[in-house]
Structures are given as structure tokens and as C-alpha cells.
């Protein structure tokens, strides 16, 4: 029998410190779409977890990834996004070429060494439109982590629509967790369940090295959605029928607390009132998981239990991201 992870790892601020240690740093995470960065000159705030991040399209058109931190007192260098030709720190003015380069550092000595205090570089790469940093200079390639979901996704001709933020009252395991698993779609998501067979036979799991996924069809005509999740806090999910994606990270905020967006795209030219049917469905779960999962968040702080009981073939992803995580 498998058991959850130790009910106290969910509301223990020394464990979030660990993971956010030994889990966050160094993976792959979503930040934005390259739309955000349309031409030379223009730059994108972002944050991997509590990293803060600053984007850039220098003047030479190469897409760059910064710690948007200054080297002077450590404030964060800029937010939003937009078009400049530098990025100038608003606590002492200290002032960054797009290309990471200190440019001025107002009042500083003769001695000070301009060239050796830039902003300190991340690691960048792309998947089709979607872009991700690591805080590890040497990290291993995207694609590693991303495994066949990469090849099996068709992305061309998705334009952004839209994003969608969003906080729960909960840990970011549970939430994650809750995302693994269709069990309770049944009792929990009557809407979601009415449109596709999530019966135990027809809704499949199927787990990788560092992604887990879920497919389901429609009850209507057998259309297939796609609903993949890349360790550590990664959802991708696709509804079954015409071209779509939505993709976002799940941070968490503190022991207790989660946040989180999904960047949503869509065919050039779609069918407004189909997006807004697909995005309706999409937000009325989100709204049912709000609620349950603030309710296990509720539970599992009471101490009543040391753990819980997972049930091996229904909930077979949770076990697989236990084992990856701890």
C-alpha cells in the first residue's frame, strides 16, 4: 500500500526551504512567450518561483536572461515589460545595457570595475514560442526534461490569447498532487466529467523520467485532450478538438500558499465563442480545485493524521512524483 508524503512536509516552512533549495533551483521553468519580446530593444520582468527575471532582446536581436537583480544593494532591477534601451535600477540609478553590461554606476570611484558587475546571466532556451530559464549556468538541456511531450505537441500556428493568474490556500504539493489525478473528477468536476469519459478505463496515465500525463476523450465524438505535467511545478494542458495549449508553472508562495498562471493559445483567427466555451470549462475546474484543495490544506494541518493512503493505480502519477521529489 502507498502512502502520501508526510502530512507535515505540507505546512513545515523548513521543508519549503529545502525544496525550494534542492527542488526549484536548478530546474527548468516557464516564463513567458517570445511574442513578449517582439523585436530588438524590448525586455520582459518574469520570475522563476520567488527568482526574480528580466528578459532582453538586445540590440543584436539575441534573446538574453538575467537575474533582474542589482549588483549594487540587490534591489530588483525593473518590472513590466516594454521597449528601452537600457534598464536602470530605481534605488541608485545604477544602469544595465540590454546586453546585461553596466553601463553607469553614478558617483562610483575611478576604481570600480564596470565590466566584472553586469547582471548576472541565467540560462535561456525555447520551445517552440514558450521560454524557460534555469538558475544553473551548466543546466542540462530543455529538452531533457521536457522528454517526447516536446516532439509530441504540434505548436506552429498558436498565437497567445491570453493569461490567467490564479492563488490557492494550499501547498504547492497538494496542488500539484490534485493535478496528477483524475479520481476525483467524477464527484468533484461534474461539468468537466459530463463532457469526457474520465471512467478508470477509458481515462489513461502514463509516466515518464521527469513528466507524467493523462489523456482523455470526449464522450461526444472520441476527441482526445492531453494534460502533462513536467517535474517539478509544470502544467500543459490541451483540450481535445481544435488547436490549443495553455502551459504555466505552479510556485509556492509559502507552506500554505500557492500561486500560479497559464499562458493560453490559440489557432490565428479562432472562433471567439469556442475559446470562450473551452476557457469557461477550464475555469470552472479551476474554481472546483480551488476548493478542494484549501479543504485537504485544512485537513492535513490539523495533525490528525501522520499520512494518507494512495491508491496505487488511480492516483499511480502521485506515487511517481513522490518518488522524484523525495
Known amino acids: 500500500m502507498d502512502t502520501t ?46 527568482v526574480p527575471v528580466v528578459l532582453t532582446r538586445a540590440g543584436d536581436g539575441e534573446l538574453r536572461a538575467f537575474f533582474n537583480v542589482c549588483r549594487h544593494r540587490g534591489s530588483v532591477v525593473v ?35 564596470l565590466e566584472g558587475l553586469g547582471l548576472v546571466p541565467l540560462s535561456l532556451e525555447s520551445w517552440g514560442p514558450f521560454l524557460f530559464v534555469n538558475t544553473e549556468r551548466d543546466a542540462p538541456p530543455l529538452a531533457r526534461t521536457l522528454g517526447p511531450i516536446a516532439e509530441a505537441l504540434a505548436l506552429d500556428g498558436l498565437d497567445f490569447h491570453h493569461r490567467s493568474e490564479y492563488a490557492v490556500e494550499a501547498n504547492w504539493k497538494i496542488a500539484c498532487e490534485n493535478y496528477l489525478e483524475c479520481y476525483h473528477c467524477a464527484v468533484a468536476h461534474p461539468g468537466f466529467s459530463a463532457v469526457m469519459d474520465v471512467s478508470p478505463g477509458e481515462y489513461r496515465l502514463v509516466e515518464g523520467d521527469l513528466h507524467s500525463s493523462q489523456y482523455v476523450h470526449t464522450k461526444s465524438n472520441g476527441a482526445e485532450g492531453q494534460f502533462h505535467f513536467v517535474w517539478p511545478n509544470l502544467k500543459i494542458n490541451v483540450y481535445p478538438g481544435r488547436p490549443n495549449v495553455s502551459i504555466g508553472p505552479v510556485w509556492p508562495e509559502g507552506p500554505e500558499r500557492t500561486a500560479g498562471f497559464l499562458d493560453y493559445f490559440f489557432a490565428k483567427g479562432e472562433d471567439e465563442e469556442w475559446i470562450r466555451d473551452v476557457v469557461e470549462l477550464d475555469n470552472q475546474v479551476g474554481r472546483e480545485d480551488t476548493e478542494l484543495v484549501a479543504r485537504v490544506q485544512r485537513g492535513v494541518r490539523s495533525g490528525a493524521l501522520e499520512t494518507g493512503t494512495l491508491l496505487g493505480e488511480s492516483e499511480r502519477l502521485n506515487v511517481i512524483q513522490r518518488q522524484l521529489g523525495h
Open 5 to 50: 508524503l508526510p502530512w507535515s512536509w505540507y505546512t513545515d516552512p523548513e521543508i519549503l526551504r529545502r525544496e525550494r533549495e534542492r527542488i526549484f533551483r536548478g530546474t527548468w521553468q516557464y516564463v513567458g512567450h517570445e511574442a513578449e519580446l517582439p523585436e530588438p530593444g524590448t525586455f520582459l520582468a518574469a520570475r522563476a518561483g520567488e
Open 79 to 113: 518590472d513590466g515589460s516594454g521597449k528601452r534601451e537600457s534598464l536602470q535600477c530605481p534605488y541608485h540609478a545604477w544602469t544595465y545595457g540590454l546586453d546585461g553590461s553596466l553601463r553607469a554606476a553614478p558617483r562610483a570611484s575611478e576604481g570600480i570595475d
